[in-house]
């Protein structure tokens, strides 16, 4: 390709191509091909050149002591993994307006009791930023605030004399590298801006927090290549209609990716929810058909959740399906066993599953409790109140033990629930682990096993 032709360049995974086309060949999304100078030319071999000699480190060399950045915000905290590690960098996706410059503001302003924190507006005015500390009570908080989007001044301050520790962009959209034409918000534009940024926050140890909107299809905005480049990835999600938000790691180089942060959007910022189960299970109603509650595990903790499904016949040929917080593919499944294994006719409902308080689950094992759900909506009987389920379930209709079953009960038995419903014991050795747990346990070897707590799965409600 000639030197500075212009190619196209996906949007969504950054690949480059030489021709215009509806629908990028490397990752197959449609309509994400913009035209592009090419951001890096790769050279023909390497020419000449004085090649330094490289200084290594051997693996086992004591390691310089690098203390956190702690915010006290313990949600925040545990999701990066026990505070900011110096130099690092911590990418924070979300859709727009779900709360992620509140979220950085409060962390920021804690912060800036130990350290020198900065934040870089590139969306609002200075004047709204300094509007919005002072209603969340943070307006005296010693954080220098600065509206920019040139990523040269941004990088002149990040070296200057008074370097501050740790800084915010919001957001890296905005951002633009002078030295090239594309708009801002381009992958050319946010993979450069980012690349200078976070080249500048490592050579001083500065924490860097870049905020990065996501697209409607879930990823941040153009770059995957993103990703590669941070060492943490956080994303901050949650239902508009709901108050909670959900801060989750996806990636990080300096902790665990499976914790989870639990907040709550109020009128004086987001309120941190330090035991969400009580939260999420806080609007349930009676004795109603249709819903179950999980006990699930997020991470290290245990999180109590209601399941809720609604069976209706339906009048279409094609039964409709809606699932919001937990996986289509997987309700699928669930049917067919209740269908193929079990008897149950339930496929050609319509069949609505929602996890409450707009949690999105990932583990399999809340299969049974989506089944109990299901099997409860459909025959009309309600599950008893003080019930908790959980239990993966396999293909041939079994029932299989999870990850931490007492930790799961514990929390139920806290919250007052007085019976389980649970997958059978690991026996080890012959015998059963015993659970020491306030709490009635009834082991489910199988999803037949189910069946009789709700009429053996016939209809009942007309
Ligand atoms: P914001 O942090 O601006 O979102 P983002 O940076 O992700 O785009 O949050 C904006 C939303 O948060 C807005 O819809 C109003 C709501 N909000 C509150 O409910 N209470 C508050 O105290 C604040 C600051 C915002
Ligand atoms: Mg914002």
Redesign the pocket.
Known sequence: MARNAPAYVCQSCGSSHRKWAGRCDACGEWNTLVEELPAEIVPRGLGRGQARRLDTVALDAPAPETPRRITGIAEFDRVSGGGLVPGSAVLIG??????????L?QAVCRLAAGQGCLYITG??AVEQVRQ?AS??GLGKAPVQLAAATNVRDIVAALDGPDRPDVAVI??IQTMYVDQLDSAPGTVAQVRSSAAELIRAAKRHGTCLLL?G?VTKDGTIAGPRVLEHMVDTVLY?EGERGH?FRILRAVKNRFGPTDEIGVFE??????AEVSNPSELFLAERSGDVSGAAVFAGLEGTRPLLVEIQALVAPSPLGTPRRAVVGWDTARLSMVLAVLEARCGVAIGANDIFLNVAGGLRIVEPAADMAVAACLLSSLTGTPLPRDTVVFGEIGLSGEVRPVSQPELRLKEAAKLGFSRALVPPRRRRGGRAAGLKVPIEVHEIASLAALLPMFGNGRETKE
């Open positions: 979300g859709d727009p307006g779900i709360g992620k410059s509140t979220l503001l969306e609002e919005r209603r969340l919001d957001s905020v909107h901050f108050q959007m109020t009128d004086a910022g987001l």
